[in-house]
């Protein structure tokens, strides 16, 4: 067998070994292969930094990995790891990563990270064998939200969509807590659209929301008073069921309770938690 960068693949074939890699998933995954194509774009996948085990000329295990500078250091974001069944038990992706740091290394890449599933712990000790250490928690929602109250009041309150553009990134917050795939620098190029929530002519919360799939990438309250907090996070949900009932919300770091505690009040369901790993290579 044979490691090489997948900067030369047919993206079917890698597309028809990523599917057979995550058959039996801990979650069920999306099987268009538009949609891996599209979200691989968007998050800056390089596939010359990217890198498989042949067997034969056939591809049998990946690592993808999205590039770019975050916090000034270039980093190489795990989006995807899998070996296809036929070939699991001989330490494929331990050598993968074996072959991948020194290329990453002479690239400039300065710091590797990626999510993995809470309950798959061979994952996270093959990982942890690597050199990679759990550094946060996430918890991931999905479903309809049982939240009945329409507490907009339109002669207070203004729904207002915005650009990227229009949004001075630099001053929102907790933007160093959001994962790869919900980062500013990530979402710009994805189907999102953007809203502020103002109330009584102050800017009180946020959402970007891909409104084909209800999608929320981010959200946040923008006030520090802790006694309209929970207002604020009505009329912040308000605006968002009148765009999707169905809402999906991906890893929210868990020190962010009170996020995590609305979510859960209004019957979002928390199907999955995930670990962010990291791995300096300097």
Not at 199 to 219: C, D, H, R, T, V
Request: neutral net charge; glycine residues 4%.
């Amino acid at each position: 067998m044979k490691i090489n960068n997948l900067n030369k693949i047919n993206f079917d074939e890698l597309i028809e070994c990523f599917l057979l890699s995550f058959e039996n998933y801990f979650v069920k995954m999306p099987t268009d292969a538009e949609y891996y194509k599209r979200r691989w774009q968007t998050a800056k996948v390089d596939y010359r930094l990217s890198y498989g085990m042949f067997d034969n000329n056939k591809l049998v295990g990946f690592i993808i990995h999205a590039i770019d500078k975050r916090d000034g250091k270039l980093v190489a974001y795990n989006t995807g790891t899998g070996v296809i069944p036929s070939h699991r038990g001989q330490k494929i992706v331990h050598s993968i990563y074996e072959y991948a740091i020194s290329d990453l290394r002479k690239n400039g890449v300065e710091k590797c990270i990626l999510e993995v599933i809470t309950e798959n712990t061979k994952a996270i000790k093959a990982y942890q064998t690597v050199g990679f250490e759990i550094t946060k928690c996430y918890k991931c929602f999905a479903g309809e939200t049982n939240f009945e109250n329409q507490i907009i009041d339109k002669t207070k309150t203004h729904i207002k969509k915005v650009n990227y553009s229009d949004i001075n990134w630099l001053e929102m917050p907790n933007q160093n807590n959001y994962s790869w795939d919900n980062h500013f620098k990530t979402i710009k190029n994805g189907d999102y659209d953007y809203y502020q929530i103002w109330n009584e002519k102050n800017l009180e919360s946020f959402f970007i929301i891909n409104p084909k799939n209800g999608y929320i990438a981010q959200f946040d309250i923008l006030i520090d008073e802790e006694t309209y907090k929970n207002l604020a996070y009505q009329r912040l949900f308000s605006a968002i069921k009148k765009i999707s009932p169905f809402i999906k919300v991906n890893n929210i770091d868990t020190k962010f309770e009170d996020k995590i505690n609305f979510l859960s009040s209004m019957g979002i369901k928390n199907n999955i938690d995930q670990y962010e790993m990291e791995m300096n290579l300097y």
